[in-house]
């Protein structure tokens, strides 16, 4: 089997192998399915044409004019012919295209790509229902485009669901993979809290901006109530962006937390791993996931997750089976969720955490799983 992967966001690296550097997820996904003895290829729109082979996959670097990331009124026809021919020159058999919302590239490559079956993988994409004129127009150009396409990729079930009530795919042309995954893995605490100045009994560890959407509200409502029961509990937030950090600090000053919240900022990539491995569990209060990256790798390092009750962590938790869910919003839910773990062994629960993630969300389980999707992307392909 020979699978295309068809990216379509642009970014200007020095060089391709630079770009690649910050494309694991891509790079990581393709080389799994490498290792499942499929033969990769991967598409990449950049400035300039160029080609590498790396770890069995096969990378085009395709020059494109239209830079910036794809809109859905620009007609990228140039770099889609050439896509094509990519395609008809290695025999693919199924071609992997990233956001169904590069509407016209989606359009495109449906058109001029006819002999291959196309699926699409969405990133937690809202559909927004506005009737407006712009976004009506927008709607009815997207159902156009996903008439050219065999199907959507979502991370998870139950994310497709306005897409299904708004007409514009139908549930059997729906498939199900997580986008990401971790090479992060479980270590011992004691070290990495040296390094990391994390302590607690628990470390609580939050990874999200500080926005409504994150809703880091929640979890310190819920956190002031735990702390009164456990008061040797820490609680560490991790972000990058912070609309209502503001909001955030005067929480902590009025409720004496200053000892108790730590607010540390931004990190970068390399760092977090010693980060996920200096806690015990992870808290989301998020309204909305395309998956939970954060969540993903601190579960590969064998945290506990806590989360709302919204479709890819409900995936991600197996309906709550490992970890706990609570409502949105809800933070008396979080609060008891949280003292009825702190009364179950922490190491017991890690255990299962680290077994449910290898078994469900590495890298060769994602790759597992994308085989079974595009195996039956050929089986209805019309013949």
């Given at each position: 089997m020979h699978i295309c992967f068809v990216q379509y966001y642009f970014k200007s690296y020095d060089s391709p192998d630079e770009l690649l550097k910050h494309s694991f997820?891509?790079?990581?996904?393709?080389?799994?399915?490498?290792?499942?003895n499929v033969r990769v290829t991967v598409i990449q729109r950049y400035d300039k044409s160029a080609y590498l082979e790396k770890n069995g996959v096969s990378y085009y670097f395709v020059k494109d004019r239209l830079h910036?990331?794809?809109?859905?009124f620009r007609l990228a026809i140039s770099f889609t012919k050439q896509v094509r021919n990519l395609i008809a020159e290695?025999?693919?058999?199924?071609?992997?295209?990233?956001?169904?919302?590069?509407?016209?590239?989606?359009?495109?490559?449906?058109?001029?790509?006819?002999?291959?079956?196309?699926?699409?993988?969405?990133?937690?994409?809202?559909?927004?229902?506005?009737?407006s004129l712009k976004n009506r127009l927008k709607i009815f150009l997207l159902r156009k485009s996903l008439q050219?396409?065999?199907?959507?990729?979502?991370?998870?079930?139950?994310?497709?669901?306005?897409?299904?009530?708004?007409?514009?795919?139908?549930?059997?042309?729906?498939?199900?993979?997580?986008?990401?995954?971790?090479?992060?893995?479980?270590?011992?605490?004691r070290k990495n809290r040296a390094l990391t100045q994390l302590n607690g009994e628990p470390v609580l560890l939050s990874v999200g901006n500080l926005d409504t959407n994150k809703d880091p509200m929640t979890v310190l409502r819920a956190f002031v109530e735990v702390n009164k029961l456990h008061p040797k509990a820490k609680l560490y937030l991790i972000y990058r962006s912070a609309t209502i950090e503001g909001e955030v600090?005067?929480?902590?000053?009025?409720?004496?937390?200053?000892?108790?919240?730590?607010?540390?900022?931004?990190?970068?990539?390399?760092?977090?791993?010693?980060?996920?491995?200096?806690?015990?569990?992870?808290?989301?209060?998020?309204?909305k996931e395309g998956s939970g990256y954060s969540v993903i790798e601190g579960m590969s390092c064998g945290l506990i997750p806590i989360l709302t009750n919204i479709p890819s962590f409900v995936d991600l938790t197996n309906n709550g089976e490992y970890g706990a869910l609570y409502e949105v919003g809800d933070s008396k839910m979080l609060t008891k969720r949280i003292i009825e773990l702190l009364n179950q062994p922490i190491e017991k629960q890690r255990t299962e955490v680290l077994s449910r993630f290898k078994s469900h969300f590495s890298f060769d389980a994602m790759a597992n799983n994308?085989?079974?999707?595009?195996?039956?992307?050929?089986?209805?392909r019309p013949t």
């Open positions: 997820t891509t790079t990581d996904w393709a080389e799994a399915l490498v290792r499942s910036g990331d794809p809109r859905y290695n025999k693919v058999d199924v071609v992997h295209a990233s956001n169904p919302m590069a509407i016209s590239s989606n359009y495109l490559l449906g058109k001029f790509v006819k002999d291959v079956p196309i699926i699409v993988q969405d990133h937690g994409t809202l559909v927004s229902k506005s009737r050219k396409i065999f199907g959507l990729i979502f991370s998870s079930p139950g994310l497709e669901r306005d897409w299904v009530e708004m007409k514009l795919i139908n549930n059997k042309d729906c498939f199900f993979i997580m986008e990401n995954s971790s090479h992060f893995e479980y270590e011992e605490r600090r005067q929480f902590i000053e009025k409720n004496d937390l200053q000892e108790f919240v730590f607010l540390l900022g931004s990190k970068v990539r390399s760092e977090m791993r010693k980060y996920y491995n200096s806690a015990d569990f992870i808290i989301s209060a998020s309204h994308a085989l079974k999707v595009y195996n039956e992307v050929l089986d209805r």
